[in-house]
């Protein structure tokens, strides 16, 4: 399996936007399911976004719908997600994580399913 990287985190204030990506060595689109974890301090790793390549399902965590975005991009060996409207509880360690899945239907969300996983990129957010 190719290596993750995940890139964009930083500090920001209240209300404000981020962009995360996900560097994925290898071609990824069809046969897996990609996702963006988080684990907060003194928190267990909770799903964020997770994205089923062959169909282009997503599905979102409740806390964040609306306000972040998997694009859906084949023929790129990046994986972004697009944070906005950004709130302190978003600060987290963010992770990218890869699992072989169906081509078809809804992405895994759990994170037991997923066997790679990136090193995370931290995202901080001040009030």
């Known amino acids: 399996e190719g290596q993750l990287v995940e890139s964009g985190g930083g500090s920001v204030q209240s209300g404000g936007s981020l962009r995360l990506s996900c560097d994925v060595s290898g071609y990824f689109y069809g046969g897996y399911c990609m996702g963006w974890f988080r684990q907060g301090i003194r928190e267990e790793r909770e799903p964020v976004a997770t994205l089923n390549t062959g169909s282009g399902n997503a599905n979102y965590a409740d806390s964040v719908k609306g306000r972040f975005t998997i694009p859906y991009g084949p023929g790129k060996n990046s994986l972004a997600l697009k944070l906005r409207s950004l709130k302190p509880d978003d600060s987290a360690l963010y992770y990218c994580?890869?699992?072989?899945?169906?081509?078809?239907?809804?992405?895994?969300?759990?994170?037991?399913?997923?066997?790679?996983w990136g090193q995370g990129t931290q995202v901080t957010v001040s009030s």
């Open positions: 994580a890869r699992a072989a899945c169906s081509p078809r239907g809804d992405p895994h969300i759990t994170a037991t399913k997923y066997t790679a």
